[in-house]
């Protein structure tokens, strides 16, 4: 499941979600100069603002046109009302958005937030805007909309207010807000359970600064990353501060520290990994760095997992780009690198890895001889990198590999190929693919060549047959059958590879998903027997839809040693 899937809805239907809740947010704290260009962004995505008339509501408007608190003391917070409505005309849900600090007496609020008074934090919206609420309650009723049409979102300040409107919503305007959908973004405050879907960046000193709706004074003077039930716990805005902590150490991203303040919001990097072709893949715990890096530093800081921050990172880590260019590089465990628009380099150094290029002239550096790879091509756009470890990387819309040759002038040199359909292209040298047989849409029989090749089914129910050398068996989408061979063979899953069988698996045999959804947790407890199960004779592995069976294996003859889940 996704990193921002919600309640009982699918990952579709989450990402929408999200998207919906990012539109409503880009009106927040604008100046005036820039309403046109925010209010283009949000018709586009089908959102109304509506009048205090249409709602039958005669609060007091801000200079930003959104509507003021209605009590003393709330008289600076912001709310908006925004409709969507059918091809008909006919309205089909609403969108309530609280702005952010937009004026100095909201620090007057904020600062009361750190007092410890969970009355006063968790009331604020019941204080601020009653009234309108019970307006807008009324109004979707009139309409036919239930809660569950209603969108509450809110950044900072406005995120807080999203959650303070959950913790209400039984008690207050009638229960009506009770099954409303809630995402707030960049938060202090966490409201209780699981109503609200809380997205925020780890190291942003205002996000869950309070545990729950209090604080700590650590919370003050040293780093905060209490996972929360609600809240995205491993997301990381990689910018010019975030680069820093290793150099001057984790003192960097306290919220009295101005520096790290530059870590709060950034809305752009959460709409990039609603966007991401690896969304499926992420979960609430997935550690996903998102490069926020200025103009002056993309081209010279590679955007990394870095580490340096409280709670420790585990499991694949998954690192986007922006559609300018990039420098990602992933590590030694399994990466998941996505580049988007621009000219990207990528580096890794090791793991199973999914590299995708994207759109413009991409470019992998090596690191190293490209004799300590093999390589092979799929014949439908992916090429292969398996090292001498046994790591395989997918690589996808790179057109350009950089190795280090050794030579009798200098230390090494690099060497710049060209990826073709049949092999790596340099200025003086032609490196072969790897043998492989391929299929295609039909049923097929590959056979591997004695002396070791990759198979590649495709989108078919296929029959791969292992030889006498080291095979790399990929089945693809479909329910294949694979015979293992007399090597010691790798069996490669990606995607939707179907129910696939194994016969002949031996304990020098490995076998990799990389990239394939269902995939249980990332925690240091996890293990590829949260997959397995006995059936008979047989041991069964199951990621969602999909399943693996080896067939006469017992369960216990299995190891980590034969298994890697990227």
């Known amino acids: ?36 260009i925010i209010a283009s962004v949000v018709r586009e995505a089908g959102w109304t603002p509506l009048s205090g008339s249409t709602l039958g509501y005669d609060g007091s408007l801000s200079s930003r046109g959104a509507f ?43 600062l009361g937030l750190l007092t410890n008074v969970e009355g006063l934090a968790k009331n604020y919206v019941g204080e601020a805007f009653d009234t309108l609420l019970g307006s807008v309650a009324r109004y979707a009723q009139a309409n036919g909309l239930t809660g569950n049409d209603i969108l509450v979102s809110g950044v900072s300040l406005g995120g807080h207010a999203a959650n303070s409107m959950a913790d209400l919503s039984a008690s207050r305007w009638s229960g009506f807000y009770q099954d409303a959908n809630y995402v707030a973004f960049a938060s202090p405050s966490q409201a209780s359970g699981d109503k609200v879907l809380n ?61 790290a303040w530059l870590s709060h919001g950034g809305t752009d990097g959460f709409a990039r990994v609603a966007e991401s072709q690896f969304y499926n893949l992420t979960n609430r715990d997935s550690t996903i760095v998102v490069s926020n890096l200025s103009d002056l530093t993309r081209g010279n800081l590679w955007v990394q997992d870095l580490e ?14 922006t559609d300018s260019a990039d420098r990602l590089q992933g590590g030694a465990a399994n990466d998941y690198l996505e580049g988007r628009a621009g000219d990207d380099t990528f580096r890794d150094s090791g793991g199973y890895n999914i590299i995708l290029g ?25 090429l292969y990198m ?86 790399v068996l990929v089945g693809g989408a479909g329910n294949d059958v694979i015979l293992a061979g007399a090597g010691a063979d790798t ?6 590879f179907g129910l696939d069988f194994i016969t002949g698996f031996k304990s020098t045999d490995k076998l990799a998903f990389v990239g394939v959804e269902g995939v249980e947790g990332v925690d240091e407890q996890y293990s590829y027997l949260d997959h397995a199960q006995t059936v008979g004779i047989n041991t069964v592995l199951t990621f969602g839809d999909n399943s693996v069976t080896l067939v006469g294996v017992g369960l216990g003859s299995l190891s980590a040693d034969n298994i890697a889940i990227a």
């Open 1 to 36: 499941m996704g990193v921002y899937n919600y309640k009982d809805l699918g990952d579709d239907e989450s990402r929408a979600l999200s998207v919906d809740a990012l539109a409503l947010i880009s009106t927040s704290g604008i100046s005036e100069q820039s309403n046109e």
């Open 68 to 110: 003021t608190g209605e009590k003393f003391g709330y008289a600076t917070a912001e709310a908006e009302v925004l409709g969507k409505y059918d091809a008909s005309g006919k309205l089909t849900g609403l969108g309530v958005m609280f702005h952010g600090t937009n004026d100095p007496a909201d620090w007057v609020y904020n």
């Open 199 to 259: 997205i925020g960046y780890e190291q942003d000193p205002v996000f869950r600064v309070l545990d729950g709706y209090t604080s700590e004074l650590p919370s003050l003077l040293a780093v905060h990353d209490t996972p929360q039930p609600s809240a995205t716990n491993n997301l990381v805005n990689f910018n010019e501060v975030y680069a820093l902590g290793p150099l001057v150490g984790e003192g960097i991203f306290p919220i009295i520290n101005p520096l």
């Open 308 to 321: 340096n921050y409280a709670e420790p990172h585990t499991g694949g880590t998954f690192i986007i780009g």
């Open 358 to 382: 994207g759109a413009g002239n991409n470019t992998l550096e090596l690191q190293q001889s490209v004799n300590g790879f093999e390589f092979a091509n799929d014949g439908e756009g992916m």
């Open 386 to 471: 398996q090292d001498t470890r046994g790591g395989i990387s997918l690589i996808q819309d790179v057109d350009t590999l950089v190795s280090k040759e050794s030579s009798w002038i200098f230390f090494n040199r690099d060497v710049t190929y060209n990826v073709t359909e049949q092999g790596l292209l340099s200025a003086d040298t032609f490196t072969e693919y790897a043998p492989s047989g391929k299929g295609d849409a039909n049923n097929n029989v590959l056979v591997a060549q004695s002396s070791g090749s990759w198979l590649f089914g495709q989108g078919s129910a296929d029959l791969l047959i292992g030889g006498q050398g080291d095979d």
């Open 491 to 496: 069996f490669l899953f990606n995607g939707d």
